[in-house]
T-cell receptor, first 115, second 113 residues
Framework: ETGVTQTPRHLVMGMTNKKSLKCEQH?????MYWYKQSAKKPLELMFV???????ENNSVPSRFSPECPNSSHLFLHLHTLQPEDSALYLC??????????????FGPGTRLLVL | DQQVKQNSPSLSVQEGRISILNCDYT??????FLWYKKYPAEGPTFLIS?????DKNEDGRFTVFLNKSAKHLSLHIVPSQPGDSAVYFC????????????FGTGTRLKVLA
């Protein structure tokens, strides 16, 4: 596998379910990100991890819980979601040296539908 | 309030002609700008970037122009090819703001054969 991979690619869940999204990067990067893209809205940054420490939490509701066990893996744990949380969830990684001009590399996304 | 705006949700261009995608921003503190391309069922892929010390950056068929006084950037694709059909996002960041990109809503480009 190369680049940034995400599983599952599609997920349908009820509001009382608990599920997790997984992201893996094979680029040797140190920073990983979760973004949300809702229909007709810009990509919204949710969380940033650098060297497995959370460095940004963009006022995201607690029903989204990120986990970064190592610099190659990032999870987004979901519980008691709302229908308005239905969106495309994108993971990205960058070198993570703290340089503001670092390029972020994206995975293909998980399309989530909450019923 | 959207700090990065792409006011044209879609654009159609004939193959071989120039495609011009536009992006406006409101925050004068932004000093690094990027364009990403996204095909259906794939994540965005980095295309080209420009820092505010330049007003033009070129990479093959792709050129990005930055007009700081107008807070405007544009992506030119010459010549346009059917494989360029995708959604294009512009993004902006600040040198003092590590990690954080602010994205526009995207412009869907369709290149007609």
């Amino acid at each position: 596998e190369t680049g940034v991979t995400q599983t599952p690619r599609h997920l349908v869940m009820g509001m009382t379910n608990k599920k997790s999204l997984k992201c893996e990067q094979h680029l040797g990067h140190n920073a990983m990100y979760w973004y949300k893209q809702s229909a007709k809205k810009p990509l919204e940054l949710m969380f940033v991890y650098s060297l497995e420490e959370r460095v940004e939490n963009n006022s995201v509701p607690s029903r989204f819980s990120p986990e970064c066990p190592n610099s190659s893996h990032l999870f987004l744990h979901l519980h008691t979601l709302q229908p308005e949380d239905s969106a495309l969830y994108l993971c990205a990684s960058s070198q993570g040296q703290g340089a503001w001009e670092e390029t972020q590399y994206f995975g293909p996304g998980t399309r989530l539908l909450v019923l | 309030d959207q700090q990065v705006k792409q006011n044209s949700p879609s654009l159609s261009v004939q193959e071989g002609r120039i495609s011009i995608l536009n992006c406006d921003y409101t925050n004068s503190m932004f000093d690094y700008f990027l364009w990403y391309k996204k095909y259906p069922a794939e994540g965005p892929t980095f295309l080209i970037s420009i820092s505010s010390i330049k007003d033009k950056n070129e990479d093959g068929r792709f050129t990005v122009f930055l007009n700081k006084s107008a807070k405007h950037l544009s992506l030119h694709i010459v010549p346009s090819q059917p494989g360029d059909s995708a959604v294009y996002f512009c993004a902006a960041s600040r040198s003092s703001g590590t990690y954080k990109y602010i994205f526009g809503t995207g412009t869907r480009l369709k290149v007609l054969a």
